[in-house]
């Protein structure tokens, strides 16, 4: 065993997935990490480097040991197009998944030569890299998982794996309780993947996940103890997991998004009155049927409130769904706004003029809703979305449902959310009731215990408790 490691500079490798929903929180993380006095590599590919280079080019200015450490992605080997390198550059995430799973395992070999060369004293690897923590173990180094998600759903997951309650439901909308949680918290079968009903190959590999995030050193979550305490406790002391919360991670970037180049659509809240505007904006990754879009931008304007909707189109059909929403940009014009790049999301929830979300209820969305204090409308899609979407409305009373039941990779393919739900959910939540105060309050009360917690409190406190436990527990020498 080298000797303990205390006073010793440690140095981390973070390992991101290539898609936005968890490249975004683990450079924040890796951010946190170097401003607590860890060195820094983090491992990623040319393409996703240059997403976030600028931000590691200024923590380096300002004196923080971070950078970065580039492999190639084998898009060739894989059969994916050239340049493909990210998966919310795809059209549709389910389209390029298989041919994506396969070169994230090829960047095994690259990897563990890095691992050999450096042999940092830990790694913080993403969860669809599983063979890290048997490789990691080859150089005696600890590797802790990032799942990019709740601790509420990590349960709710557990508990359909161990319990199976939805195997003797017969239609896909009959309600089941989740077995052994803190709170009696319903889904339908309807909410589900496929794998978890069939058998598959995918179904196997997030066995296998599960499998190794047992034997890993541990798991960092992107959330704050106050948030979900229950979930908290049950996925450490009553599944056994060892794991981390130094959440909310978006918090760590306030100072780039200030320095960010100032999108337009800010000068056009600043002309809002507080808390007037819904901001509709689904994440990263899901494409929607033209009939799905169409009921999205009448309920919108028939809801009579001010709106800003992200609405990027891409792929083949692009032209031909803008064109069905021909006229109602006119419609809207001074009371809506359409962004059809890339959001500031995180500035647009954290401007007073924004005074709801409808949200997909990606962990990072509800998260950042979360710090920002704004209640949300949520509308889950598919992953760990409606698992999120029941923490959001049940458990923190924080936002009101659409009513949102497939599991789906293309928006309205299964049960389109009718324009009458949507105008009725954006009212609900906008227009002034006992309801809706009462949802506006409990999230600027999230908002607060959110700010607490990062700025030394408990997750102030987890992260220097994992970083002091990191260095006295020095990795054998190889
Ligand atoms: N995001 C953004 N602008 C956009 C769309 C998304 O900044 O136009 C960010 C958002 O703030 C969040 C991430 O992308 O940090 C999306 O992650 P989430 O977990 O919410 O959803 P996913 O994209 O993984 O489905």
Redesign the pocket.
Known sequence: MVGSKEGYQLHAFFFPLM???HL?PAIAMARLFSSRGVKVTIVTTPLNARLFSHTIDGDKQLGLDISVQLIQFPSEEAGLPQGCENV?SSHNFFDVAPKFFTALDLLQQPFENLLQQYLPEFVVADMFFPWVTDVAAKFGIPNLIFH?TSFFSLCVSDSLRRYNPHENIKSETDRFVLPGLPDQIELMRSNLPDLQKIPSELGKYFKRVDELEGRSYGVLVNSFYELEPGYADHYKKIMGRKAWHIGPV?LRNRDITDKEQRHSCLSWLDSRKPNSVIYV?F???VPFTAEQLLEIAMGLEDSGQPFIW?LRLKGEEAEQRSRMLDGFEERIEGRGLIIRD?????MILDHPAVGGFVT?C????TM?SVSAGVAMITWPIFADQFHNEKLVTQVLKAGVSVGAHYFQEVVGEKGVVKREDIKKAVQQLMISGEEAEQLRSRATELKEMARKAFEGGSSYADLTALIEELRLNPRPEV
């Open positions: 898609a936005q929903g975004i919310s990019g978006s904006c994440g990263s990754m992200v890339w959001a500031p999301q995180v997909h990606g962990w990072n969305s950042e």
